[in-house]
């Protein structure tokens, strides 16, 4: 569910009108819903109630600071990727103790800045890396908390660019070489193991791979605390799927997935962290853009819009579908025809949908592509010089502009010309 609805015939975001946006912002941007963001946050908050836990917001969905600011308000941590997105949730205010470094390349920089800074646990994915994790740690005068992340060989089910637990992913350690590796964080002074780290990949629609994990976690829960390790945190990742459209099966919710960490995890005692990213943020988001041109192609008609892969890569990179509908409302009956709709981008991937139908429409009229709060605005470019679009955050009948679109100016200075030239 969301807050995306017709009301009287337009698609409003809460109670701002998606046309109102429009003609204060210009098209295309993206824009967010505080209730729905919110509302998301609390379906997994509520989901781990009765357990010791902290949702981890995996900010690399859609790290836009307004956005962490909304959730970090209403009790999340956040789950980074990066140096920048370490200062980036510091700058939005979350404590250091309430965020969590993942990746499989922190570089020695990065992990000084997050020691210097505050974490809450570096979730280390190589024996190469926790040396390093060590090394910065004993030259800073700190302990460093640490989780290992195991792979734990299982198959998500999922697109493969977005399937982390496989043995031949470069995630994490395989869970057959964890005892060694823990032993060998042990006899390290500058770190402290706290615990155990999995995420196996992302857009999963099913329960059972994640099951099939948490049971591998649990198993190694009981081994390496017998061998003198005190496990007392599972880090189980995000990753559970979203509907990208209204008509296919509904992945789990997020109630069913909470039932299944207490049910194979619960007995353990342990603190549960979750990092859910795509969840939270990607039915929280529309893109809106604007038909620029429908053209008439010899066998099919095409609608032209000013928004383009570099603004919403997910269908050009993953084969991604997402529905888009007219923010004015379709009258009742009205006879849909199918259109390729596109960007003016000069490539033939810079097509969002084939044969897509939709009522008619022309020059002038505003579309929104649904399900595009997650991996959307992170991932856009500035690619044939087109400017990083706006995003806008609603909240009730309020909205703010959260990033601007940047000027040609700003775009164009960025460049610097060597003095031969
Ligand atoms: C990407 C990622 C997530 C979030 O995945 P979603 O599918 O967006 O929930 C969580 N943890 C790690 C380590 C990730 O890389």
Redesign the pocket.
């Known amino acids: 569910m969301d807050h995306f609805l017709y009301r009287d015939g337009a698609l409003f975001a809460e109670d701002v009108p998606i046309s109102e946006i429009a003609a204060a912002v210009g098209t295309p941007f993206y824009v967010y819903s505080t209730a729905t963001l919110l509302r998301h946050f609390k379906l997994f908050d509520d989901a781990l109630e009765g357990t010791d836990h902290l949702v981890c917001y ?1 900010m ?2 859609a790290s836009n600071q307004a956005i962490l600011k909304t959730l970090a308000q209403a009790g999340a941590g956040m ?1 980074v ?1 990066s140096g920048g997105e370490y200062m980036r949730a510091k700058a939005a205010g979350v404590p250091g103790a309430r965020i969590v470094f ?2 499989v390349g922190k570089t020695a920089d990065e992990i000084r800045t997050a020691l210097t800074g505050g974490i809450r646990q570096f ?1 280390v994915e190589s024996e190469p890396e926790m040396q390093v994790i060590n090394a910065v740690a004993l030259e800073l005068g700190k302990v460093a908390p640490i989780t290992v ?1 195991v792979n734990p060989d299982v198959d998500a089910k999922t697109h493969a660019k ?1 399937a ?1 637990g496989k043995s031949e992913n470069k ?1 994490g350690i395989p869970i057959s070489r964890a005892r060694e590796v823990y032993a060998l964080a042990a006899s390290l002074p500058g770190l402290e193991v706290i615990g155990i ?1 999995v ?1 196996i ?4 629609t099913e329960l059972e791979p994640f099951e099939l994990a948490y049971n591998k976690v649990a198993e190694l829960t009981e081994r390496l605390r017998s061998e003198g390790h005190n496990i007392r945190r599972l880090d189980l ?5 979203i509907p990208y459209t209204r008509s296919n099966d509904a992945p789990p919710l997020p109630v069913e997935y909470g039932a299944m960490i207490k049910k194979t995890l619960g007995h353990l005692g342990c603190e549960i962290e979750i ?8 039915n929280a988001g529309l893109m809106v853009s604007k038909v620029i041109y429908v053209k008439s192609g010899e066998d099919r008609d095409f609608l032209i819009l000013d928004g383009a892969m570099n603004d919403l890569i997910r269908p050009a990179m993953y084969e991604a579908h997402h529905d888009i509908v007219a923010v004015e409302e379709p009258a009742v009956g009205v006879e849909q025809r199918p259109y390729d709709i596109v960007g003016p981008v000069c490539e033939s991937g810079d097509t969002f949908a084939k044969q897509r139908n939709m009522p008619p429409l022309k020059s002038g009229d505003l579309i929104a592509f649904r399900s595009a709060g ?2 959307g605005a992170v991932m856009s470019s500035e690619y044939n010089t087109r400017p990083l679009i706006p995003e806008v955050l609603v909240n009730g009948d309020q909205f703010a502009v959260i990033r601007e679109r940047p000027s040609f100016d700003e775009i164009i200075n960025r460049d610097t010309i060597p003095e031969w030239l």
């Open positions: 995996a690399k969905a789950d990727v993942s990746g979730n992340r977005i982390t995630f780290d995420h990949g992302s857009q999963l990742g995000g990753g559970l799927g990092e859910p990213g795509r969840l939270i943020a990607g997650a991996y």
